[in-house]
């Protein structure tokens, strides 16, 4: 079956199939998150980003071999619902932005800063800190060896914008700078963009609107 990155709440999930990676996405919760599974295929471990909603959905989605790892995005209520949960029943150790840690009421084991690199079996992430939308989101970049690059965004950047400021210029500008310095600036329009709600974008697709996104301001 080839990925869409189509899901719904109370749907099946969509893999996404890599040479050296898994990618399961899932949507929980009533604010409909997408949470994702990665398992490294050559060591089976997993690593989970958003324990968003339903742990029994995310419990089941990860199955009997356990997670290594939670990344919380940010420190947005909707995204760690289930953290305690997922935590709870697996022991897995817990990531976050540096700035965000202290607004998850679960403890971070690691706290993450730009360009730190997160691990699941051999495989390598790197996070990318963008401020804005809360400060201390981080991205999630997996620089496929045998591809295009893929970005878990959080909700930083979705298609056909940056995430939430609420009208505060300021954190707009500080935001629209990071997505345009970090993410685009840094990655080919191949990329792939996995956000924290709704379907999937590539940067290529995004990319031709990012000036009239500065104009209108949000």
Known sequence: ???????????????????????SKVAVGPMDNN????RCRATGEQLLIDAANDAETLLTLIGDDGIAS?????????????????????????????EDATGIPVPTDVLVDDGDTITVGRV??????????????????????????????????????VGNTWKDPNAFASLIDDVETKIFGALPDETWVYPGHGGDTTLGAERPHLAEWRARGW
Not at 77 to 88: P, Y
Not at 134 to 154: E, Q
Request: with cysteine; proline share 6%; hydrophobic share 40%.
């Open 35 to 38: 949470a994702y599974l990665l």
């Open 124 to 161: 390598t992430l790197t996070a990318r800190h963008l401020v804005g939308h809360t400060p201390g989101s981080i991205a999630l970049v997996y620089d496929d060896p045998h591809g295009h690059p893929h970005v878990f965004t959080g909700d930083c950047l979705f298609p056909g914008g």
């Open 70 to 98: 939670v990344v919380t995005t940010h420190q947005h209520g909707d995204h760690w619902q289930a953290l305690a949960g997922v935590v709870g029943a697996t022991r897995a150790r817990t990531y976050a932005g540096r």
């Open 1 to 23: 079956m080839t990925y869409s990155g189509a899901v719904k709440v109370g749907g099946p999930a969509d893999v996404h199939e890599l040479p050296d990676l898994m990618i």
